[in-house]
């Protein structure tokens, strides 16, 4: 879809992306160009292979995420993410279902992560984060894929929940710099981070992505199994806003560094939208925010009224209307039906596929 531009409540839609995103920004948008990765630079002082010991010394026992289960991973152990002693790939393909910024002509390189320390009984990618579809590879492989990405035309490297990763994605750098990586780092994640290690990524990490799911404990002890994540959320949020600040676009509408937090809508107001969004908008409304509507029930939804429906479309609405009063400058927004656009199947090569995605279960 090409650009498409109208005036509403004295906000503007700057684009559209296979007809998903739209963008509604302001004028600077994040202001000036980044041209420079992170990594390389920590790479050149030397920085880097001390952050990569740090991170090695929190793998086994494991003090990753919030958890911090203790599993001996080294040693056979597995804790909540089920994750072990190597990286475990479910997929890493040019995805274009990312943020008009984030993709570009070739899309985000995109490594899709088994695993995770939450338990959201509607994910939409239950399959590898629940059921551990995937295939443990050693660390040179790991940064073959990355090298493959790039030479793909990727315009980043896309991270999707890398955090049971970590070590193994910093070897795998380690492998893959002086071989010419040189893309900058997506850092997709649920927004469930502890912050200790993300003040191991300063430096390292290009454009963090991550959710902010739930403005309320219960909401993410019933359906997240983490009635903390209220409590490491903000937090981790504000980390990253301190690294990298808001996210950076240059002027060929790409992104270079900074931070674009997103929030799902789920329906009936489950998730607390509003206690959400208030709480971004007192780190900054600089922040780029993304509405998601791609809520299906999926997984174990259906045991979990009102979790059983579709979201509807007041419903998703009135979350936007909370966002513009925030006086967010930018919001990305999708269409109801891009719930169909996003549901993946990582039984298939590409889970994003244009054939029709099975019933979610």
């Known amino acids: 879809m090409g650009p498409v531009t109208k005036r509403l409540s004295g906000t503007r839609f700057a684009g559209a992306v296979r007809g998903t995103f739209k963008q509604i920004d302001g004028s600077e948008f994040g202001g000036c160009f980044v ?28 003090r990753l995420c ?8 080294l040693e056979g152990d597995t804790g909540l993410c089920g994750q072990g002693g190597l990286p475990r790939v479910a997929r890493a393909l040019p995805h274009f279902g990312e943020e008009p910024p984030l993709t570009g002509t070739h899309g985000a390189g995109a490594v899709f992560f088994s695993g995770c320390a939450l338990r959201c009984v509607f994910c939409q990618n239950h399959q590898i984060s629940r059921e551990n579809r995937g295939e443990e590879i ?29 070590p193994f994605i910093f070897q795998a750098l380690a492998l893959a710099i002086p071989r010419g ?12 981070l502890l912050p200790e290690v993300l003040d191991l990524l300063t430096g390292l990490v290009d454009i963090y992505l991550p959710d902010a799911k739930y403005g309320s404990e219960r909401a993410a002890r019933t359906f997240s199994a983490a009635s903390d994540y209220v409590h490491w959320n903000p937090i981790a949020l504000k980390r990253m806003y301190h690294q990298v600040g808001p996210l950076q676009v240059g002027p ?10 997103r929030h799902l809508v789920l329906p009936e107001d ?34 979990h009224p009102p979790l059983d429906r579709p979201l509807r479309r007041g419903e998703y609405r009135r979350v936007l209307a909370v966002a513009q009063s925030l006086d967010f400058e930018t919001l990305f927004v999708q269409s109801l039906d891009s719930a169909d656009h996003y549901l993946p199947d990582f039984s298939r090569k590409d889970p994003f596929s244009s054939s029709p995605s099975p019933p979610c279960r």
């Open 138 to 166: 050693p660390v040179p492989e790991l940064a073959a894929l990355f090298l493959e990405l790039q030479a793909k035309g990727c315009l980043n490297l896309d991270l999707v929940s890398p955090t049971p990763h970590l």
């Open 35 to 62: 041209m420079k990765v992170a990594y390389l630079a920590a790479w050149a002082s030397g920085a880097f292979s001390q952050k990569l010991e740090r991170l090695l010394n929190r793998l086994s026992p494991c």
């Open 270 to 303: 489950a998730a607390r939208s509003e206690a959400v969004l208030k709480m971004l908008s007192r780190i900054s409304t600089r922040i780029p925010l993304s509405v998601m509507a791609q809520y299906r029930p999926c997984h174990e939804a259906a045991k």
């Open 252 to 261: 060929d509408g790409l992104a270079r560094r900074g931070l674009l937090v």
């Open 181 to 192: 990586l040189h893309i900058p780092i997506v850092y997709n994640s649920h927004g469930y």
């Open 66 to 73: 919030p958890r911090q289960c203790n599993a001996r991973r």
